[in-house]
């Protein structure tokens, strides 16, 4: 017990109280070890993140293994997820061309990268201005050329320094270093993130904007004064914050007495006075709550954590 | 008329599939047949704006990249106004990401922003120091220490050897603060724990969701105006290309280059219209919505 | 970003197999929601482990360092870092210039405290082995009593006296508008905040007050709701557009093909299950 609880509860009320004095004491020791204290919070966040894969793993796995119902969808979960990490972990890609000096054929040079690089399959004669511009003299430390591919593998890298070299250039290959792969151009990783992750995740929340006209159309009735205020204050923010508010009201601008029901006028009003002050009194309510709980886990009181 | 009642009551039961199609079909026209509304801005984003003009041309600015895949269109648009904002006034930017995603965004936004459009040098002109877990941890930490938190940054290079970094080594270093944020760790997050403590000046392009959340901060002025949504986006993008039109302000010679630029890609503009639209979609679907329900319970009250 | 014609559709049906959900539940979707699972435990782990454990714990414990240089202990703790490379060279670099060969990831100075932090990490990473999970609270407790430390002191200052601090406005500006406008915003945040408290019972003018604040939270409610329609439909916008840059001839009319298979087998596995269900 004095391991399971009495520990546990001995480190909260030790780190909330550094935490806590930190905001009044910059001084050594505070300011130091706080310092280090968000490091190490920053790193068992970290840790927190592996778990959360490993425990994906644990119950799809689990799925997997006992042939359990939709088996196959969790096979598919587990495959994505160790293409992800392989990609992460152990192929890279993000190889470049790094062009550190033209040579003495410089215009063949500059048409072969605006070939390489070029974006709709055209390459005009402002495509080589634009790539005369950007590559004339290379600074010391090269240029990089980013072709117009999604990954660089080195091969393609060393295919295209060969064609580059045999112009007359000096290219060298250029890649990027394990750790910058996660966001750097042109790695299997950046790939996978816009090819999968970017969609899955943009169109999960897409949705709601179907099942948010739906539950506006059955759910959102007047059957009381206060759905009616609620109604009437959703619908002129709805329509006084976009352009069509102010297109549709756009005639009683022209009449002095009227100008007021100019939907972003009474919007703006609306959001500014009311609305700002019901968020106001919402905000100081969670604030208090927030304060009171946070010195309950301090104290020790609040152990629902454990 | 005894047939309008009953296909109204009918109404009440519609099957959810065709209130999709419909939302669908009016969300997808207007992206094909552009339209052109006539775009006013209003006081928050107008605050924003002013807030980040009013900025001398040493100004360094740590602009905060916490949104991800989901919610880019609403903030991507922000994040290309403000920085075209910020570069067209010769600001040196800061870019952290409290998101993992948020540094796929940085990385997509300065790309076009800073190397392309610009020409700018990384960092000199410009750094992304990258992401790091943590929440609002990391947010403190940076109050005491940019290096012990950011000892890297995105690229891999050491932040005592980037040119930008050499005069920052807290929080309360920079001029600004600006949040590109999305939901938790964000906005708040930054005026709790950077903003309110330094007294450095803050603002955010948030979410539409999250704008109502905030907007007592900005009423108090512990935030500088702010971005609200799609709309939001449109009005900056708006007043950037403004302003550079009417020559009003800090504008460099280079910026005044990119103005044909500015005015074509500009995503928010080309998306207000199916936003518009949709809006007004649901509007009638919520008046037809109770239409058909005050017409059902009358007709049960009959009986 | 440049995803290629085969990314582009991957994409594309992906992005229709979440969508397909409007119709019904099917196997596209279904497929669709796994795979996004595992790509989203995967990269979160990923970016964690690239952007904070192996610069900011490894860095701190095994900065980099010449081993020529080397002596006693750390000579010792390097030769761990090498055994490291041995296994995980990508992860734990070494590097040869001009003939020195370095050891370390990073210029940070060395901190062997932060073996207290990795510690911490993996006992959280115990909570998957029930007889040593409980180890895992020890992390739990630091990460809860850091962040209560940390929002005790920010709400409390910035959420309650700095808006407490802000409604303290003049009754009176001298200008009728802003005056009223004062008034609205002081009487809707007390009557809000009355609202919520529940140690006395709502009744004759005290309950007139509750129903004034009730309105006022109808009113940031509606406003919520406005602003939460105007979020969603601006993410459909998103993907509809990215739809229909997928469409194009570039990228091999992904959306609409993939578009029309979709629909096919859906409507056909639609119309197989109907006669099952009848019989």
Not at chain 1, 10 to 20: K, S, T
Not at chain 2, 10 to 25: H, M
Not at chain 3, 179 to 193: K, Y
Request: charged share 15%; aromatic share 12%.
């Amino acid at each position: 017990m004095f391991w399971k609880r009495t520990v546990p509860a001995i480190i909260v009320a030790a780190v909330g109280v550094i935490m806590l004095l930190s905001w009044f004491i910059p001084h050594a020791p505070f300011g130091e070890l706080e310092i280090h204290a968000t490091q190490w919070y920053d790193i068992i966040a970290s840790f927190a993140m592996l778990l959360g894969a490993l425990n994906l793993l644990k119950l799809q796995g689990t799925k997997v293994v006992k042939r359990q119902k939709g088996w196959p969808f969790s096979l598919a979960a587990i495959l994505a997820f160790f293409m992800t990490l392989l990609f992460g972990f152990m192929i890279k890609g993000g190889y470049y061309p790094n062009l550190v000096d033209l040579g003495h054929n410089e215009e063949a040079v500059f048409v072969k990268i605006a070939e390489l690089t070029d974006t709709d399959g055209k390459v005009t004669e402002v495509d080589i201005d634009e790539v005369r511009i950007l590559y004339t003299s290379p600074s010391a430390e090269g240029e990089p050329i980013l072709l117009h591919k999604a990954v660089v593998s080195k091969k393609a890298a060393n295919k295209v320094i060969d064609e580059l070299n045999a112009l007359g250039a000096k290219v060298e290959l250029g890649e990027l270093k394990w750790g910058a792969h996660v966001q750097g151009n042109q790695t299997y990783y950046r790939w996978v993130f816009y090819t999968f992750f970017t969609p899955l995740s943009a169109t999960m929340f897409a949705l709601l904007a179907f099942f948010v006209a739906s539950a506006s159309y059955r759910a959102f009735k007047i059957r009381n004064a206060e759905a009616t205020v609620l109604l009437v204050s959703g619908i002129l923010i709805m329509l006084g914050r976009v352009p069509l508010g102010a297109f549709l009201t756009a005639w009683t601008q022209d009449i002095p007495w009227l100008s007021w029901f100019h939907l972003p006028t009474i919007q703006e009003w609306l959001y500014q006075y009311p609305n700002a002050a019901g968020a106001r009194a919402i905000m100081i309510g969670i604030g208090l709550g927030i304060v009171g709980t946070s010195l309950r886990v301090i104290l020790g009181i609040e152990k629902s954590f454990m | 008329m005894a047939k309008i009642t009953k296909f109204l009551e009918k109404l009440d039961s519609l099957d959810r599939r065709i209130i999709f199609l419909i939302i669908g079909l009016v969300v997808l026209f207007p992206l094909l047949v552009p339209l052109d509304l006539p775009i006013e801005t209003t006081q928050l984003t107008e605050d924003a704006f002013n807030a980040i003009d009013q900025l001398p041309q040493e100004a360094k600015v740590l602009v905060s990249f916490e949104y991800g895949p989901s919610t880019k269109p609403e903030l991507h648009p922000m994040a290309i106004g403000m920085l075209r904002h910020l570069f067209s006034k010769g600001n040196k930017v800061i870019v952290m990401c409290l998101w993992p995603d948020g540094l796929f965004m940085a990385n997509e936004a300065l790309e076009q922003v800073a190397h392309r459009e610009f020409g700018l040098q990384y960092g000199v002109d410009y750094v992304n120091l990258g992401y790091r877990p943590g929440n609002e941890a990391i947010i403190k930490g940076i109050t005491k220490s940019f290096e012990a938190n950011f000892s890297i940054d995105s690229k891999g290079i050491s932040i005592t050897k980037i040119p930008i970094m050499h005069d920052i080594q807290t929080a309360k270093d920079v001029d600004f603060i600006f949040s590109l944020s999305a939901g938790y760790p964000g906005a708040i997050e930054w005026v709790l724990y950077a903003g309110d403590p330094l007294k450095v000046p803050v603002s955010s392009g948030n979410t539409s969701i999250q704008v109502n959340q905030l907007l007592p901060y900005v009423k108090s002025g512990q935030m500088k105006g702010i971005i609200a949504g799609m709309p939001g986006a449109t009005e900056y993008e708006t007043m950037v290309v403004e302003k550079i039109k009417n020559n009003t302000g800090l504008i460099t010679e280079h910026a005044k280059t990119l103005l044909p630029v500015f005015e074509t890609e500009r995503n928010a503009k080309k998306f207000i219209g199916a936003q518009s639209i949709a809006h007004l979609a649901i509007v009638i679907f919520i008046i037809l919505g109770n239409i058909s329900f005050f017409v059902k319970r009358k007709n049960q009250r009959k009986y | 970003m440049y995803i290629g014609i085969l990314g582009a559709w991957i994409a594309v049906f992906l992005t229709l197999s979440i969508l397909s959900y409007l119709y019904e539940d099917n196997v596209f979707y279904k497929l669709a929601e796994h795979i996004f699972v595992g790509v989203s435990a995967a990269h979160w782990a990923t970016i964690a482990f690239w952007n904070q454990l192996q610069p900011n714990l490894f860095g701190r414990l095994w900065p980099q360092a010449e081993i020529a240089t080397l002596e006693g202990f750390q000579k010792f703790w390097y030769g761990i870092y090498h055994v490291l490379h041995v296994i995980f060279g990508k992860i734990f670099p070494e590097a040869k210039v001009d003939g020195v060969i370095y050891r370390g990831i990073g210029d940070q100075p060395q901190n062997l405290s932060y073996l207290i932090a990795l510690l911490l990490g993996v006992f959280m990473l115990f909570r998957l082995i029930p007889k040593i999970g409980w180890l895992s609270r020890w992390s739990l407790a630091y990460v809860v009593g850091m962040a209560a430390g940390l929002r005790l002191y920010g709400y409390m200052s910035s959420d309650v006296v700095g808006q407490i601090h802000a409604t303290m406005l003049p009754l009176w500006t001298g200008d009728l508008a802003s005056s009223i406008n004062n008034i609205i915003l002081i009487v809707g945040v007390l009557s809000g905040l009355f609202y919520f408290f529940f140690s006395v019972e709502h009744k004759g003018a005290l309950k007139v007050v509750s129903k004034i604040g009730i309105y006022y939270l109808m009113i940031y409610f509606g406003a919520s709701f406005g602003f939460a329609v105007m979020g969603r439909i601006s993410l459909l916008i998103g993907r509809f557009n990215d739809l229909i840059l997928y469409s194009g001839k570039q990228y091999g009319f992904a959306t609409p093909i993939l578009l029309v298979i979709m629909i096919v087998v859906l409507v056909l596995t639609t119309r197989k299950k109907k006669p099952e269900e009848e019989i």
